[in-house]
């Protein structure tokens, strides 16, 4: 049985097509990590949630980009109320903060939604 030239033209572009897109591989990303994270004490009716980031960026060409840390905040006044807050990652190691009022707790935080970078090539 012999085959047409379009079905050999057209199995030709989907094997190269393929091979293009393996070779490109999924998107790059830092590897991201909180380390030391805490609480201050209330003042002027407000405390600060800080952490240490550190940022593994040796996959990427670039050394910044954003990120989210999601966050479970309780009240004794209101409902539990989940968040996400924007910050932006630096290779090595940096610090992320947020304010939060005096009568606040985050009771769960997570590092979410951590955009692609270009990879290193």
Not at 15 to 44: H, W, Y
Not at 89 to 115: C, K, L, N, T
Request: glycine share 4%; charged share 25%; proline share 6%.
């Amino acid at each position: 049985m012999r085959r047409s030239h379009p079905f050999i033209l057209l199995a030709a572009s989907l094997v190269t097509f393929g091979a293009m897109q393996a070779a490109a591989g999924e998107p790059c990303k830092p590897v991201l990590s909180l380390l030391d994270v805490r609480i201050s004490e209330p003042r002027n009716l407000q405390r600060t949630w800080s952490g240490v980031l550190v940022a593994d960026a040796s996959l990427c060409s670039t050394t910044s980009g954003p990120f989210e840390i999601e966050f479970t905040r309780l009240k004794e006044t209101a409902p539990d109320l989940r968040f996400s807050e924007r910050f932006t990652w630096a290779s090595g190691r940096s610090e992320v903060s947020i304010d939060m009022w005096w009568d606040e707790w985050f009771e769960d935080y997570r590092i979410a939604h951590i955009a692609a970078c270009p990879c290193r090539g």
